[in-house]
Structures are given as structure tokens and as C-alpha cells.
């Protein structure tokens, strides 16, 4: 396999994973990509590597450039495995005591995942490091999205080696933000919801001290996805806009699980009550959308309605799920409510409301309980539910 030059004497030597639909719990249905960067100058320098299985991929490419052993540098943006698992052979297969320049934080995690056999060498925010003609410089991005995650910046080309930042979990035929145009931004926002959004604030001002720094920027080369080379401004500042975690006024979700289809009758009337009132609602049932959607989705919802049936006492599991997913998130600036069918003892619409309550949400509504299927009383009951919340939105 050949390497792909980005730009002259720069090539990307990564990995596509065509096949990978899981990725730690986020499902990835375009598959991703490990991004790792050559760089031919005096000091020939590998930034970043990738999942351990894709070593013979990255090092076909690293060949057709350069024979491997030539290497003098490597760069380790992220201690996460998809782009340091293969760093033990490559390092191995170089075959001399390549430094593996990392930040403080990458220093300790670094050895944590690979022993102090490597040589690993901590570099301070805003170092710089010469490779000859070209110069790196180092930024610490602390939380985007390890502690231990930096950024990698090629003064002379312009170009910013982002790691985690800006990528998307995207295969395709397309490289560049120019080949795939707009399709690209539904995988960024979701990489965003489902990975960063917790760090929204920290990234706020991380963003911020990068804007003060004024780095011109001609391309962004994240470790997943497409690189952004037309408008690299434009992530940049769709970043800024997803921090301010301002939600869509008038955009509600209803979330839920059923067994026997009343909560999903419950849910149903409910969206009709929220459209009735002119918000965009919709339904997402757990069992068929993957919580990894669902987050993307209520990442900038106004609302955000939950309900579960009563199982042996308790939550559906899948709504156990979500909750648990999305409280690591720490949404803000959302109402909530709760709501589901039971049979006879009914904790569940309660519990779904405490738990939401526990992430800090504006309650809108006591929690909405139907015993068994729904009737035209319990349907009606759930649509003026639906209308109280989408007045509540207003
Ligand atoms: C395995 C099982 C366990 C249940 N446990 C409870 C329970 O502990 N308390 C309760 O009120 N209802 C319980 N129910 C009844 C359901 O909550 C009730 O049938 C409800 O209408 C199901 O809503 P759904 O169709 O949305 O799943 C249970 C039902 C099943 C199938």
C-alpha cells in the first residue's frame, strides 16, 4: 500500500479500518481511519502511529516513502491505543533508540501503557523541536481528549497535527474536507457529542489560547477522518459554536424503551403533543437507535424525554444504559422529563426523573405513569404531557 502525499514531502501513512462498528461503545458505521503523518526532512519524523493490528499497513506505507529505518523522531500526540498500540514495533522494528517526543502527561501515561523501554522524551508546552528545514512545535491540549493529548504544529508548512481534535470516525474514498464537502460534519458533530462534549469548557479555552497564539493554519491533520485543508477555520469554529452548548430552541427528543409497545405508545402521543405545539420532536427507541445516535441527537435538544418501563422494580435496562451514558457527558442547558408504562408497582418513570434531576436538568414535569396499554384517556393524557413540555420549551 502507498503512502499518500498531503503535501510536499508530508505523507499521511495510516490505517483505514473499513470494518470496525464498535469502538469502545460508540458505533462507527462508516467504519475510521488511524491517521499518522511521515514528514521527510533532515530528521525523518512519524507523527503519531496506530491500533496495534494495522502495524504491517503503516509501515507498507512508511516503505513506500523511506525504509522504516531511517526514522529519527517520533511524535506521540495521544497515548490512546488507536494511535500508539503500534508503537512498540515500530519502535522495535526501527531498530535503534528513537526518541518518542510526547508531552508531561504523556511521559506517565505513555510508560503506563508500554514500561520504560522505549525511549520515551517529555516536551514542555510550546517547545519546539528542529527536524532540519522544518520546525514542530507543541502545544498541550489537555482533555482533548486525555490528559495527556497535545497538539503538533509544523510551523514552516502550516500545518496543525490535531490528534483527537476536529476528527471524525469516517472511511471513505475521500481525504480532504474539499472531496467530501458537508456530508463530513453529521461524523464531526457526532465524534464532538459522544467524545468532547464534557470537555466543552476546557475546549472553550483551549480555543481561545490557540486564537491568542494566531498560528496561520492551511491544514488540519486530525488522527481520524478526513484532513481539512480547504477550510480549516471552518471546524475550528463550528468547535467554538458546539462549546457554548446552546441547544436548538425548539428541538425536543423523546428517548425511550418498550416491551410490549405502551411506552412506545406513551412516547408516540407525546411527540404528537410536542409537534402540535410547533417543536421539532421525534422519537428514538433505544432498542433500534444506538446510544452513541441518541447522544448526537440530544446533544442540542432544548428537551429531552425519557421513558422506561417498569422491569422487576426497575429500569429497562437499555434506558439504564443511556442514562449512565449520557450523565459522563454532563449535558447543560436542557429540560427534561420522565415517563412510562408499568403494570403494578411503576418505579420506573420516578427513577428515570431522579436520575435526571442528578444530572443537574430543568425538570418541566412530574414524571407521566400509564398502568398497562394506554387508553384514549392514557393517549390523551400523554399528548397534553407532549404540550405542557413544548410550552414549557417556549
Ligand atoms: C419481565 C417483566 C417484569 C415486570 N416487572 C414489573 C414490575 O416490577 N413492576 C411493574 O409495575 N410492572 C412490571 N412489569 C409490567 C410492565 O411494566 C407492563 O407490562 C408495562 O405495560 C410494559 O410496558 P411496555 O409495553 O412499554 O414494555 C413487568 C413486565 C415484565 C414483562
Redesign the pocket.
Known amino acids: 500500500m502507498k503512502a499518500l502525499q498531503i503535501a510536499e514531502g508530508i505523507y499521511d501513512v495510516g490505517a483505514t479500518d473499513w470494518n470496525v462498528r464498535d469502538f469502545h461503545g460508540y458505533s462507527t458505521d462508516k467504519g475510521s481511519t488511524y491517521n499518522a503523518f511521515l514528514i521527510i526532512d533532515e530528521k525523518i519524523t512519524l507523527i503519531d502511529t496506530v491500533k496495534e493490528e494495522f502495524t504491517e499497513q503503516m509501515m507498507e506505507k512508511i516503505a513506500s516513502v523511506i525504509d522504516p529505518k531511517k526514522i529519527d523522531y517520533i511524535i506521540s500526540n495521544h497515548t490512546e491505543m488507536d494511535h500508539s498500540g503500534a508503537l512498540p514495533r515500530v519502535v522495535h522494528r526501527i531498530g535503534k533508540d528513537t526518541p518518542v517526543y510526547c508531552s508531561k502527561m504523556g511521559l506517565k501515561n505513555l510508560s503506563a501503557h508500554f514500561g520504560n523501554k522505549i525511549n520515551f522524551r517529555a516536551v514542555a508546552d510550546g517547545e519546539e523541536l528542529s527536524l532540519g528545514k522544518r520546525t514542530l512545535q507543541f502545544f498541550e491540549t489537555r482533555m482533548i481528549h486525555w490528559p495527556d493529548s497535545m497538539f503538533s504544529y509544523l510551523k514552516e508548512d502550516k500545518i496543525l497535527f490535531s490528534s483527537d481534535a476536529f476528527g471524525q470516525h469516517y472511511a471513505g474514498p475521500e481525504h480532504f474536507d474539499d472531496q467530501i464537502g458537508e456530508a463530513i460534519m453529521p461524523h464531526a458533530k457526532k465524534y464532538f457529542a459522544n467524545i468532547l462534549w464534557l470537555f466543552a469548557p476546557m475546549i472553550k479555552g483551549l480555543l481561545t489560547k490557540l486564537n491568542g497564539l494566531n498560528l496561520p493554519i492551511e491544514m488540519i491533520c486530525p488522527d481520524h477522518g478526513i484532513l481539512w485543508r480547504d477550510n480549516p477555520a471552518k471546524i475550528v469554529e463550528t468547535y467554538a459554536e458546539w462549546c457554548e452548548l446552546q441547544p436548538q430552541q425548539n428541538k425536543a427528543l423523546v428517548i425511550y424503551d418498550?416491551?410490549?409497545?405502551?411506552?412506545?405508545a406513551m412516547a408516540d402521543e407525546i411527540v404528537a403533543g410536542l409537534t402540535a405545539e410547533g417543536m421539532v420532536a421525534k422519537p428514538m427507541n433505544l432498542r433500534h437507535c444506538h446510544r452513541s445516535d441518541v447522544v448526537t441527537e440530544a446533544f442540542d435538544a432544548k428537551a429531552i424525554v425519557v421513558g422506561s418501563?417498569?422491569?422487576?422494580?426497575g429500569l429497562f435496562p437499555t434506558v439504564a444504559d443511556f442514562l449512565t451514558y449520557l450523565k459522563g457527558l454532563k449535558p447543560k442547558n436542557k429540560q427534561a422529563a420522565a415517563f412510562?408504562?408499568?403494570?403494578?408497582?411503576?418505579?420506573a418513570p420516578k427513577l428515570v426523573a431522579e436520575q435526571l434531576a442528578g444530572m443537574d436538568l430543568e425538570m418541566v414535569e412530574d414524571p407521566l405513569r400509564v398502568q398497562?396499554?394506554p387508553d384514549q384517556e392514557g393517549c390523551e393524557s400523554c399528548y397534553e404531557f407532549g404540550r405542557r413540555i413544548a410550552q414549557a420549551m417556549k
Not at 418498550?258 to 412506545?264: A, G, L, N, V
Not at 418501563?309 to 422494580?313: A, H, I, W
Request: proline residues 5%.
Open positions: 418498550s416491551m410490549w409497545h405502551s411506552t412506545e418501563p417498569t422491569l422487576n422494580n412510562g408504562s408499568y403494570g403494578w408497582s411503576g418505579e398497562y396499554v
